[in-house]
């Protein structure tokens, strides 16, 4: 079960359980109480069994999305995947900032950047599976942490990203231990790339705030870069 959906079901019980000692100090009545936490309760039982947990992610997110810090930092982690995508020429298709949007445009996942090879023919797509080419993906998967780590010295996103990095590793038939080499060695590049383009981070963070298109997005970042900042 799903991370995210555990700690909802958590969160209902616990209200649950506060509504029943108190709702005879405000005249809320039981069967109310019980009715609303089997509802909760089915309802995120549904989620698991049939939406792979999204529910479960909206509302834990959208909770955490209350926070100003929070909406920075994954702004900021966004930013430092789409940055590195385009200075290594790894193509975007779209990208999202909460759970909740992803839903609404029918994406996968919690949110973030879609990375995509839509535009490139099969003989393209073999050229870039190269040990270069796959390095400039780890690159691009350790940029929202090293961007964090840039932006507040610091890291909570991006469990998803070190799992991808550690599954494309396994597949490859390497060592956790390699894995682990190969993810600091990433986002220290990853964080290289974004100290030195800084402006072009910065004002990246500001369109992608007001959630312009990809290609307004990648046209800021050219300018900044044209621009020499």
Not at 65 to 93: C, K, N, Y
Not at 118 to 145: F, H, K, N
Request: aromatic share 6%; charged share 20%; with cysteine.
């Amino acid at each position: 079960m799903r991370d995210t959906t555990l700690n909802t079901i958590a969160i209902v019980i616990f209200l649950t359980t506060m509504a029943s000692l108190l709702g005879p100090l405000v005249h809320l009545s039981p069967a109310l109480v019980a009715g609303v936490a089997a509802t909760g309760l089915g309802v995120f039982t549904l989620d698991q069994l049939n939406l792979q947990g999204r529910i479960g992610n909206i509302l834990t997110d959208s909770l955490a999305w209350l926070s100003p810090e929070h909406r920075q930092r994954v702004l900021h982690h966004e930013a430092g995947h789409f940055l590195v995508a385009v200075l290594l020429d790894i193509p975007i298709e779209a990208y999202t900032l909460s759970t909740w949007e992803a839903w609404q445009r029918g994406l996968p996942g919690q949110g973030g950047v879609i990375f995509g090879f839509s535009d490139l023919d099969p003989q393209a797509l073999q050229e870039r599976q190269t040990p270069q080419w796959i390095d400039r993906y780890c690159q691009v998967w350790m940029a929202g942490i090293a961007a964090e780590q840039m932006v507040y010295g610091n890291a909570i996103g991006g469990d998803d990203d070190t799992r991808a990095l550690s599954i494309l590793w396994q597949g490859l038939g390497r060592s956790k231990t390699e894995s682990l080499m190969k993810q600091r060695w990433a986002a220290l590049q990853a964080k290289t790339l974004l100290e030195q383009h800084r402006p072009a981070f910065e004002a990246l963070v500001e369109v992608m705030a007001a959630r312009q298109p990809v290609e307004t997005c990648r046209e800021t970042v050219q300018i900044r870069l044209e621009d020499g900042i």
